[in-house]
């Protein structure tokens, strides 16, 4: 069972900067995609960023594009959101998700574990 813990979430003033870190309990956690979501009360849970297994490629949702970076370091079976120029709109619960080998990254029925989640919360 491929297990997942994010951390590094908190409260943080619009302009701040974040960096969530995902771990992975994996031995082969190079074979593993890996996305971030996020939740925010009400709304539906919605593709940030995701990250193939070599880390070659990286993909970015509009709405964080050119804030937002993605990385891994598969030495440290970790993932990385860091989060700059935050805004109130991206308060949310942050979700890091993994999926065996590539495919689709951009919708959440697409990976197979989930971490249980870190608030972030932007304060205006």
């Known amino acids: 069972q491929v297990q997942l813990v994010e951390s590094g979430g908190g409260l943080v003033q619009a302009g701040g900067s974040l960096r969530l870190s995902c771990a992975v309990s994996?031995?082969?956690?190079?074979?593993?995609?890996v996305g971030w979501f996020r939740q925010a009360p009400g709304k539906e849970r919605e593709f940030v960023a995701a990250?193939?297994?070599?880390?070659?490629?990286?993909y970015y949702a509009d709405s964080v594009k050119g804030r937002f970076t993605i990385s891994r370091d598969n030495a440290k079976n970790t993932v990385y959101l860091q989060m700059n120029s935050l805004k109130p709109e991206d308060t949310a619960v942050y979700y890091c998700a993994a999926r065996y080998y590539s495919g689709n990254l951009f919708g959440p029925r697409q990976y197979d574990y989930w971490g249980q989640g870190t608030q972030v919360t932007v304060s205006s």
């Open positions: 994996e031995r082969t956690f190079s074979s593993y995609a």
């Open positions: 990250i193939t297994r070599s880390g070659g490629d990286t």
